[in-house]
């Protein structure tokens, strides 16, 4: 396995140089621009691959964090693409606002780095790699603040790891802190594609119980009209007010006038 990360980063040298610092930036900054999950997902598979052969060139790591981080991230993109390929693109896009809002975005954030002159340096890294693993940092930042959806949270969470991991080893070598971080990098593949998967269910409705006498079903029909008494023609067989039943000849009319009254 060492033998194999070995001969992949020896042809990546191009990644070494300042087009290839450049182009590691220019990825991450597309990914907040074009908000697409397939191009996102390969951006950070590049990215990662970028910074492993500058960590392992100029930095000195060793070639077994290279083949470890290289794995994980593999692995972490093959579980996010799995989720995200069965979810309907309409809920997984949502970007926010148009891509003329995030581009103002980026080149506001260009300009305040320009205009606030931030020469920002990491120890024991040098000024390229560092103002790279910032840039790094400040897109997954955009991409946390601007993004609800749980794919691009599990993008920009993995995208800070990327350089997190690198400057871990860097600071405390030998120690095998970063099988631990690739660890959780995994599980918050996991918990992102389960999360992905979940909001695009549908929501179960719950079934109504017809018996339930404390909870009634509310009726879907409107209520019928109170019935309304007919009025009673003359000679119409019925009940007289004396108590008895008319006969076909009788007509109300014809009863007593006294009898009437008591009614």
Wanted: charged share 10%; hydrophobic share 55%.
């Amino acid at each position: 396995m060492e033998e194999l990360t070995s001969a992949l980063l020896a042809r990546l040298d191009f990644f070494t140089s300042g087009l290839g610092v450049l182009s590691l930036g220019t990825l991450a900054a597309l990914i907040l621009l074009l908000w697409d999950w397939r191009l996102a997902l390969a951006s950070l598979l590049v990215i990662q691959v970028g910074v492993a052969a500058l960590a392992v060139r100029i930095e000195g790591l060793p070639v077994a964090w290279a083949g470890v981080q290289l794995g994980v991230i593999t692995l972490c993109v093959l579980l996010l693409g799995l989720s995200a390929y069965q979810v309907p693109t309409r809920q997984i896009l949502r970007p926010p606002g148009g891509w003329l809002l995030r581009l103002l975005v980026l080149v506001l954030l260009l300009v305040s780095w320009r205009a606030f002159d931030l020469n920002v340096t990491v120890p024991l890294l040098a000024p390229a790699v560092g103002r790279l693993f910032v840039w790094l940092a400040l897109c997954a930042l955009l991409l946390l603040s601007l993004g609800d959806s749980p794919l691009y949270t599990g993008l920009a969470l993995l995208l800070w790891c990327i350089p997190v991991q690198a400057i871990v080893e860097v600071f405390v070598p030998g120690h095998n802190l970063f099988v631990l971080i690739g660890m959780a990098e995994i599980a918050l593949a996991l918990t992102c594609s389960y999360l992905l998967l979940v909001a695009a269910a549908p929501v179960p409705q719950p079934a109504v119980v017809l018996t339930d006498i404390a909870f009634p079903a509310p009726s879907t029909h409107p209520p019928l009209p109170a019935p309304r008494e007919r009025p009673r023609l003359p000679g119409e067989r019925g009940e007289l007010p004396t108590g008895r039943t008319a006969l076909p000849s009788e007509s109300i009319s014809d009863v007593p006038f006294a009898a009437r009254g008591s009614q």
